[in-house]
């Protein structure tokens, strides 16, 4: 089984200050890991994903995120937050174990961004 | 770039229609799927396809039905409508995967269902 919690339903910062996004997964083998960005009334954009090899992730919008296996974490950052980053964020997980079902996702149930001016 | 479309941004059905939703992708990949997602409950998954005139059950496809009788289309068929699928309505496709490739889920735009 495999699933994702984003901890924080919302996450309010100002402008100019850095953002961090929670995720936390659990998987049977290794995971690969993905994060998501859905702007209102939009489909989800693929931000960036961890399969193996360097922990730190870098993405678009100049995200990145960090993979810890040990706290089995893969939290989004963003180093200075802009108001167009005000999003609803989905992280998502895989079993990186090939199987018939390989390419089902399991998503958090996602965390709302509010970046102030 | 990947184009995933879907038929309608927004639909208003009553219950116990006929309900269906389109999804076509542009990119020749074997594997499409249909979420939906709920405020709270992030995106679940309702069937996917990984070819045609294949189909599996997700999480939760009480309900629903597909059908994939074409590679780049696959449907979502809700066969009497009830008020609880009111939902936003997803769908993704990703290419099949080769030797030591991880590929990525594309989303369309989403279709927002409201059942009176």
């Known amino acids: 089984a495999q699933s994702v919690a984003q901890p924080e339903d919302q996450v309010n910062v100002a402008e100019g200050n850095p953002l961090t996004v929670k995720c936390t997964y659990s998987v049977s083998g290794n995971p690969y890991l993905f994060w998501y960005v859905q ?3 939009r ?3 693929f931000l960036l994903k961890y399969i193996t090899g360097d922990n730190l992730v870098k993405g678009s919008y100049g995200f990145e995120a960090e993979f810890n296996k040990s706290q ?3 939290h989004l950052k963003k180093p200075s937050a802009l108001v167009s980053d005000s999003a609803l964020y989905f992280c998502a997980v895989r079993d990186a ?3 018939s079902n390989d390419y089902k996702l399991s998503f958090g149930a996602g965390t709302t961004v509010t970046v102030r001016a | 770039d990947v184009k995933v479309t879907q038929s309608s941004r927004y639909l208003v059905k009553r219950t116990g229609e006929k309900v269906f939703l389109e999804c076509v992708q542009d990119m020749d990949h074997e594997n499409m799927f249909w979420y939906r997602q709920d405020p709270g409950l992030g995106l679940r998954l309702i069937y996917f396809s990984y070819d045609v005139k294949m ?4 999480d939760i ?3 629903y039905s597909v059908s994939r009788e074409k590679k780049e289309r696959f449907s979502l068929i809700l066969e009497s409508a009830s008020t609880n699928q009111t939902s936003m309505y ?3 496709s990703i290419l099949g995967g080769t030797s ?3 590929n990525t889920q594309y989303f369309g735009p989403g279709t927002r269902l409201t059942v009176l």
């Open chain 2, 90 to 92: 997803l769908c993704a």
């Open chain 2, 55 to 58: 189909k599996e059950k997700g």
């Open chain 2, 100 to 102: 030591g490739r991880v």
């Open chain 1, 39 to 41: 702007y209102p009334n």
């Open chain 1, 97 to 99: 174990r090939p199987s």
């Open chain 1, 43 to 45: 489909g989800l954009q």
């Open chain 1, 72 to 74: 089995t974490s893969f």
């Open chain 2, 61 to 63: 496809p009480e309900g």
